[in-house]
């Protein structure tokens, strides 16, 4: 069974850094759009950010020039870069991407990892 493992979530003070990793676990074809979608406390799930197939990338105007989303396809992997980080970022940021199975594509959805901005 094809899943996205995620990992690199944590408690981290303000001004400081993290690095989200989101891996394909079982075997697929390509992968295609990528995205990371995060949910704060009493919010509704928001996108951050957005890689295509492409590469072309895409953020909220909350994560630009704070957030970097990259892919490394030989390890069937996505990452979220994350710098500056505010209180207001304290979320479950979930990896979301579209991938090809034996010529049939899937949306995947993560499991969640928690981020805490706080001193």
């Known amino acids: 069974q094809v899943q996205l493992v995620e990992s690199g979530g944590g408690l981290v003070q303000p001004g400081g850094s993290l690095r989200l990793s989101c891996v394909v676990s079982?075997?697929?074809?390509?992968?295609?759009?990528m995205r990371w979608y995060r949910q704060g406390p009493g919010k509704q799930r928001e996108l951050v950010a957005t890689?295509?197939?492409?590469?072309?990338?895409n953020y909220a105007d909350s994560a630009k020039g704070r957030f970097t989303i990259s892919r490394d396809d030989a390890k069937n992997a996505m990452y979220l870069q994350m710098n500056s980080l505010k209180p207001e970022d304290t979320a479950v940021y979930y990896c979301?991407?579209?991938?090809?199975?034996?010529?049939?594509?899937?949306?995947?959805w993560g499991q969640g990892t928690l981020v805490t901005v706080s001193s």
């Open positions: 890689m295509r197939g492409d590469g072309n990338t």
């Open positions: 079982g075997t697929i074809s390509s992968i295609n759009a």
């Open positions: 979301n991407a579209l991938v090809v199975i034996t010529g049939i594509g899937r949306q995947l």
